[in-house]
């Protein structure tokens, strides 16, 4: 082996990993490749978006040798949770962040609300980000390591037709503090609540004028008059990973001033 070969072999060794839950596509991915360029090993999860899971981890690999992994697990599922949750450290010896992105995002009606939804909601939002934290808490106080949860700015200002998912993120944000509280001194948990990023499926049909006019109007309540980039969101997930040294339970908002009015 090469002295560059050599060195290369150690830094790979001494990389420091960040696990990130629903990182396939969209904004989860975006946070993957903000770690990956800074020198991060990446374990991605994802579900459903296999072809985007092995893409993202392809792209990274090519980037750098064996630097990213992904895990499939459906967090509905408590014990595949769990027995994902459980294969974390093993596959390159340590985690130092856990980002916990993972969502599922849907109106639902009171009234009409069945268990099997609250479940769904609550699983994939609030309940699997805990556990997975309590199974990586001890990894993570060793590696005097950081959790940063996306939350959302409805977990302040709940959003209309929306009570269960915005119930959850709400709990998500509790458990930024209580989990702060618990994990310290060793490890920071923060939150960071993404604002308008990505317009929603509802919203997707940019040739329909009824989907224009309500963009306007989301818009029009945007004091930055934009909607953020995915790129505004794995900035701040990445400073409370690794610069915040002296932040814990603090969760902010990314949203253009959007709560402000
Ligand atoms: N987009 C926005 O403008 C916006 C606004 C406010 C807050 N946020 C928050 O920011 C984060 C990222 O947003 P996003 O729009 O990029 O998220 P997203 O695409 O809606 O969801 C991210 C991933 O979550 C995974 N997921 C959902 N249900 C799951 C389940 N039961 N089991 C396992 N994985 C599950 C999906 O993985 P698979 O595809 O692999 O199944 C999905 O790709 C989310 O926490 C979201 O609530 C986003």
């Known amino acids: 082996m090469g002295a560059d070969a050599f060195k290369r072999y150690g830094e790979l060794k001494l990389s420091k990993v960040v696990f990130i839950t629903g990182a396939a596509k969209r904004i989860g991915a975006t946070i993957a490749r903000t770690f990956h360029r800074q020198g991060f090993k990446v374990i991605i999860h994802y579900n459903r978006s296999t072809t985007q899971a092995r893409a993202l981890v392809?792209?990274?690999?090519?980037?750098?040798?064996?630097?990213?992994?992904?895990?499939?697990?459906?967090?509905?599922?408590r014990d595949a949770t769990m027995d994902m949750a459980?294969?974390?450290?093993?596959?390159?010896?340590?985690?130092?962040?856990?980002?916990?992105?993972?969502?599922?995002?849907?109106?639902?009606?009171i009234g009409e609300i069945e268990q099997q939804t609250w479940d769904d909601l609550i699983d994939s939002n609030l309940r699997s980000a805990f556990f997975i934290s309590q199974q990586l808490a001890?990894?993570?106080?060793?590696?005097?390591?950081?959790?940063?949860?996306?939350?959302?700015?409805?977990s302040d200002r709940p959003l209309q037709g929306f009570p269960t998912y915005s119930i959850a993120k709400a709990g998500l944000k509790a458990m930024t503090k209580s989990l702060a509280i618990e994990l310290a001194p060793q490890v920071r948990v923060n939150g960071v609540s993404p604002g308008a990023?990505?317009?929603?499926?509802?919203?997707?049909?940019?040739?329909?004028?009824?989907?224009?006019?309500?963009?306007?109007?989301?818009?029009?309540?945007?004091?930055?008059?934009?909607?953020?980039?995915?790129e505004d969101i794995a900035e701040a997930v990445f400073y409370f990973a690794?610069?915040?040294?002296?932040?814990?339970?603090?969760?902010?908002?990314?949203?253009?001033?959007?709560?402000l009015i």
Do not use: C, M
């Open 58 to 77: 392809d792209e990274l690999n090519s980037n750098k040798a064996d630097s990213a992994a992904a895990l499939r697990a459906d967090l509905t599922d």
């Open 86 to 109: 459980k294969k974390v450290v093993g596959i390159y010896g340590r985690v130092d962040v856990l980002v916990n992105n993972a969502s599922s995002f849907y109106p639902t009606k």
């Open 197 to 230: 990023i990505l317009w929603p499926p509802s919203l997707e049909n940019d040739q329909d004028p009824d989907v224009l006019e309500r963009r306007k109007d989301t818009l029009a309540r945007i004091p930055l008059a934009r909607l953020g980039r995915k």
């Open 242 to 259: 690794t610069e915040a040294k002296y932040i814990t339970g603090y969760t902010l908002k990314v949203d253009g001033g959007r709560s």
């Open 138 to 154: 001890g990894e993570l106080k060793s590696r005097q390591g950081a959790i940063v949860n996306i939350v959302d700015t409805h």
